[in-house]
């Protein structure tokens, strides 16, 4: 296991777009359930309903991309499981592990989640349903290189799906059932104010073919539809410990250098992790890795020469982690058994993560690990710091 | 108008309405009589049940002749995407004869579609040419974000053609 015993400071920038979130809802549309009953249909603000995907931001914590995983330091090898996100960059290591000073950050991954784009616009609703996981697929890639100019560098890729994900509207059949209806309102409504096309044979209904009333009664109903839909979408935010399932494989490869001579496997390991909620209060993720990683580390690992190996070990982590508190304000604790490199370890760990306000994020920890072959104890800590869009914004 | 020619002799001819973009909704399909303000057929569905969103035409064929078959199409846009896509296609003896389709995106909740096109026989009398070029005419309807009424945006793209 790659290890860094010093204090590291992970500057993760995720920049991400919404699905789901936490954040503040739009003035005059506070979610209430009760308003969604036909007798409130009515709306007198006149104005127009916002754009939805601009109402709600993510504000889950940010997990590490599969890519990234590979490529940070930390002994802690549990890939959180998340929800989908079409965008997230992570950077990391502003300090310099050999004097301690502030440095360019070393490594960079991003993961993106081409979603929709999977099918595109032929993509129907009962096709997605059928094979979810496949559209809330991320892919991630990073880069990882060591000072100096002709000193190794590190790339990974890595992919992550998830089988659970409480936050996707389009598997959410109570909302879905909602939403139909509204639109089945509509579409009376709608349909009664148009006869036989007359045009190129596709546009859009412009309103002016609607009476005063008919607009305004289409006007309620999206009041209505998007009440509900931002309902459902705060009940997901909310349910920050919702249960989750998530299966990630990711790959590292090593260069003697910046041009990617002599590229080489170093590593390929998969993840699977699932997460129990407990109440409104707790979260409980239980994890294992395996895969194979070369038998002397990347090339430049400082744990290891330089020389290539041709052998590879077996890889195997089991984690756990516990979480308990809010969506805002965490505490965990993580138990950790590995074996790399023919080297037993157990990691205990602990710390808090806390939303300071909305788009950003701190976590901390620090723990010991115990090599349970040579019977040796380090001290390892962790402060990280995570900005999303909202507070770039 | 949109063209969409078929076979009399041919087999029943049915019509598929669906949504892309994984979006759900409401439509409404509707058969008119020809050069009248007459409905010979309709029927309502939603995208979002298991049912088929499959209609076949009355029979014999060349009742159909001059007929105009038309979608009225209601979505709602389900975050994180704004996009949408309807299409009404128009299918013979498992061959798709044509289709009517409006992508775009909107800033709304929902967004209302009318899909058409008109039904030909295929032995009309019409040369090679004017066939082709309505296999290959595409329509293009582009909105601008604030001037329509209703806030809808579309940039949208309706493609239809013939084939026998």
């Known amino acids: 296991m790659r290890h860094n015993p010093l204090p590291t400071l992970t500057i ?100 993106f989640s081409p979603g929709l784009l999977i099918g595109g616009h032929d993509l129907t609703l009962r096709e997605y349903q059928a094979t979810p996981w496949l559209y809330r697929m991320r892919l991630s890639a990073g880069t990882k290189r060591l000072s100096g100019a002709t000193a190794p560098s590190e790339l990974a890729v890595g992919i992550r799906t998830s089988f659970i994900d409480k936050s996707d509207l389009r598997t959410n059949k109570t909302l879905l059932k909602q939403v139909t209806d509204i639109t089945d309102q509509m579409l009376v409504v709608v349909a009664s104010a148009v006869g036989p096309g007359t045009g190129d044979g596709a546009e859009v209904i412009d309103p002016s073919q609607l009476s005063a009333s008919q607009r305004a009664t289409i006007d309620s109903l999206n ?24 299966l990630a494989v990711a790959a590292l490869f090593s260069s003697k250098d910046s041009l990617a001579s002599g590229l080489q496997t170093a590593d390929v390991s998969g993840w699977l992790t699932y997460a129990a909620g407990f109440g409104t209060w707790g979260q409980l993720l239980l994890g294992g890795k395996a895969g194979m990683a070369r038998a002397n580390g990347p090339l430049g690992d400082s744990t290891t020469d330089s020389a290539s190996s041709s052998t590879f070990d077996l890889t195997a982590t089991v984690s756990s982690r516990l979480y308990i508190g809010t969506n805002n304000y965490k505490a965990f604790a993580e138990l950790q058994w590995a074996d790399v490199h023919d080297t037993n370890t157990l990691l205990i760990n602990g710390g808090g993560e806390a939303m300071l306000r909305s788009g950003l994020w701190i976590s901390f920890g620090g723990g010991v690990q115990r090599n349970l072959d040579a019977g040796t104890w380090d001290v390892i800590s962790k402060f990280s710091v995570k900005l999303g869009l909202p507070f770039l914004e | ?47 979002n049940n298991s049912d088929e ?80 070029a309505e296999a290959e005419d595409r329509t293009v309807v582009q909105n601008d974000d604030d001037d329509d009424e209703d806030g809808t945006s579309a940039n949208s793209t309706a493609n239809g053609g013939s084939s026998a």
């Open chain 1, 12 to 111: 993760m920038a995720g920049l991400f777009f919404c699905l789901g979130g936490i954040a503040t809802a739009q003035p005059g549309l506070t979610p209430a359930l009760d308003a969604l009953l036909p007798k409130d249909l009515q709306i007198s603000d006149s104005t127009r309903p916002p754009n939805l995907a601009s109402t709600y931001r993510v504000d889950f914590a940010l997990p590490d991309a599969p890519a990234f995983v590979l490529l940070d330091e930390s002994p802690s090898d549990i890939l959180r499981p998340s929800t989908v996100r079409e965008f997230a960059v992570d950077l990391s290591s502003f300090v310099d592990t050999s004097t301690g000073g502030f440095t360019i950050p070393q490594a960079f991954a991003l993961e």
């Open chain 1, 223 to 246: 009041g209505v539809l998007q009440k509900t839909i931002l309902a459902a979408q705060q009940k997901a935010a909310e349910q920050w410990n919702a249960p989750a399932l998530d």
């Open chain 2, 1 to 47: 108008m949109k063209i969409i020619s078929f076979n009399k002799d041919g087999g029943p001819i049915c019509v598929t309405v669906s949504a892309g973009e994984a979006q759900t909704g409401s439509y409404e399909f509707r058969l008119w009589e020809a050069d009248k303000n007459d409905v010979v057929m309709k029927k309502s569905g939603n995208f």
């Open chain 2, 53 to 132: 969103d499959t209609y076949e035409l009355p029979t014999p064929n060349d009742l159909n002749i001059g007929r105009q078959v038309q979608a009225i199409v209601v979505l709602a846009l389900l975050p994180p995407s704004n996009d949408y896509s309807a299409t009404m296609s128009v299918m013979q003896d498992d061959e798709e004869l044509g289709k009517v389709t409006m992508e775009g995106s909107s800033d709304q909740p929902s967004v209302s579609l009318n899909l058409y096109a008109e039904l030909e026989d295929d032995d009309d009398g019409k040369d090679s040419d004017e066939k082709s």
